[in-house]
């Protein structure tokens, strides 16, 4: 059974740094795109990157310049580096891959919480 695991968040001051990763595993055949999601308290789940399997990056306009997103093929894992945080970042953070084990489906992690405070 196909399960992505999220690991990295926690509390950070503005202006500083953290690293997310998911992991997926579980009679994988093949991973299509990978993304990172948020949803901050109160609001709708928002799309903050994507990565494809050809490794095209795309972002949300609020992050650009400040998050990487990144894989490794090997490892079956998704990277969010995540720069010059602020506040308005504190969001729990959901990974989502796209992928064949062996019919294609998509697929969600548990989340993890980024909280950036003072």
């Known amino acids: 059974q196909v399960q992505l695991r999220e690991s990295g968040g926690g509390l950070v001051q503005p202006g500083g740094s953290l690293r997310l990763s998911c992991a997926a595993s579980?009679?994988?055949?093949?991973?299509?795109?990978m993304r990172w999601y948020r949803q901050a308290l109160g609001k709708q789940r928002e799309l903050v990157a994507v990565i494809t399997s050809t490794g095209t990056t795309n972002y949300a306009d609020s992050v650009k310049g400040r998050f990487t997103i990144s894989r490794d093929y090997a490892k079956n894992t998704v990277y969010l580096q995540m720069n010059n945080l602020k506040p308005e970042d504190t969001a729990v953070y959901y990974c989502?891959?796209?992928?064949?084990?062996?019919?294609?489906?998509?697929?969600w992690g548990q989340g993890t919480q980024v909280t950036v405070s003072s």
């Open positions: 989502s891959a796209d992928i064949r084990a062996p019919a294609w489906s998509n697929y």
């Open positions: 579980g009679g994988i055949v093949s991973i299509s795109d």
